[in-house]
């Protein structure tokens, strides 16, 4: 096997269809996807390793697996030093061949490059990892059951068959009263959102949220896809995704000024706009990137499981490089819940998420 460990000594043409063809992939493990976190220094440490081996039938070597994360960056020191960690959105891209040995060496290579850099690594996994556990498992990860639900968009007849009854009235009741969608808004409209969505990370998800540079950038790329719910001239809500043609759409972000305006249901009619573009699209899937741990009560899963999902669990995988740091974020997350506010907030929530929904 041979290691690659920087984007140039991966050949773009196989990375292309690895992507094409793996079971797990996810445009978080793309080229496209690297690029954009490697344009955000100020944001993300952006790391790339990938593998390959010998195809017995040509004796060539070949791409078998690809792994795209970032380190985050914080601008406080004193947050960096508790905060480091490294994520791997939708989990390491892998031939669906792919053997144990070389999952194992992929991932050992990819801890000993993190070890000094991270006080964890995390695999947010959006497909289905299992066949590789033990892989895992022997390169020093733990598994950690998380739910997410997978929504069939083969067509919008199946989308609209699988909703739920209250999901329809309030998206009926929603279009009756002359809420749009805007599919290419402008930065205006765009700084609009992200003031509806930073006030909901603020008083109620309570964890950081990325700046509006990055979503400014994020209308820009070529795989973003914001559709904002406008209402009498105004946005009151919205849900940004990326975009995987022909194969997924995953939702990153949505909000809305819910129970502000009579028979409007902002964020309900975002997430089905989501939905509807990707039937219309040609995506099959539509990702709703989580919906929190099989033992939590979790509101959010509530209102997703009336979209007419799938309930999946493919949990995530998570190696702790600084056990010390790492159990000081946790007494911070436990001291966030019982007392809430100050710096332990702050340091806390940065332990266990950043920027996306959970």
């Known amino acids: 096997m041979q290691l690659l460990t920087d984007y140039n000594s991966i050949k773009q043409d ?24 490697y344009s955000q220094p100020e944001l993300f440490t952006t790391f790339v390793l990938g ?27 004193l947050k960096q030093f508790f905060t480091r960690r490294a994520i791997i959105i939708g989990g390491p891209l892998l031939a669906n061949d792919a053997t ?19 006080i964890y690594v995390e695999t947010r996994n959006f497909n289905d990892y299992s066949k590789w556990r033990l892989a895992f498992e022997n390169a020093g990860f733990e598994y950690q059951p998380h739910l ?13 068959a699988n909703l739920g009854k209250s999901r329809k009235r309030d ?36 964890t950081p949220l990325f700046p509006l540079s990055f979503f400014y950038a994020l209308n820009r790329h070529p795989a973003g896809r914001f559709l904002l719910t406008e209402y009498k001239g105004h946005i009151i809500g919205g849900t940004v995704c990326v975009e995987l043609q022909g194969k997924c759409l995953y939702e990153w972000f949505v909000c809305g000024e819910d129970c502000v305006y009579p028979h409007v249901f902002p964020s309900c ?62 007494m911070g ?5 019982n007392f809430g506010g100050g710096i332990n907030l702050n340091i806390s929530a940065l332990m266990k998420k950043d920027g996306g929904r959970s």
């Open 171 to 206: 998206i009926r009741t929603t279009i009756r009263e002359g809420v749009n969608i805007i599919s290419n808004p402008t930065e205006e409209q765009v700084k609009e959102f992200y003031s509806i969505l930073n006030h909901l990370y603020t008083t109620r998800v309570k």
């Open 148 to 160: 997410n639900f997978h929504i069939d968009t083969f067509s919008l007849e199946t989308v609209d």
């Open 14 to 37: 196989e990375w292309h269809d690895l992507i094409a063809k793996s079971s797990v992939a996810t445009w978080f493990q793309t080229q496209q996807a690297y690029d954009f976190f």
């Open 51 to 77: 593998i390959t081996n010998t195809d017995d039938s040509t004796g060539k070597q070949r791409l078998r697996g690809v792994c795209v994360g970032y380190v985050t960056v914080e601008k406080n020191k």
């Open 100 to 118: 144990n040995e070389e999952v194992e060496f992929l991932l050992s290579n990819l801890n000993r490059r993190l070890r000094s850099k991270a």
């Open 269 to 330: 009619f975002a997430t089905y706009s989501g939905i509807k573009y990707a039937a219309e699209h040609d995506c099959p899937r539509f990702d709703m990137m989580g919906a929190g741990t099989p033992k939590e009560t979790y509101g959010v899963r509530d209102f997703k499981a009336k979209f007419g999902g799938k309930l999946v669990e493919h949990g995530r995988f998570i190696k702790i490089n600084q056990h010390l740091l790492y159990k000081i974020g946790e």
């Open 333 to 337: 997350v436990r001291m966030m819940r």
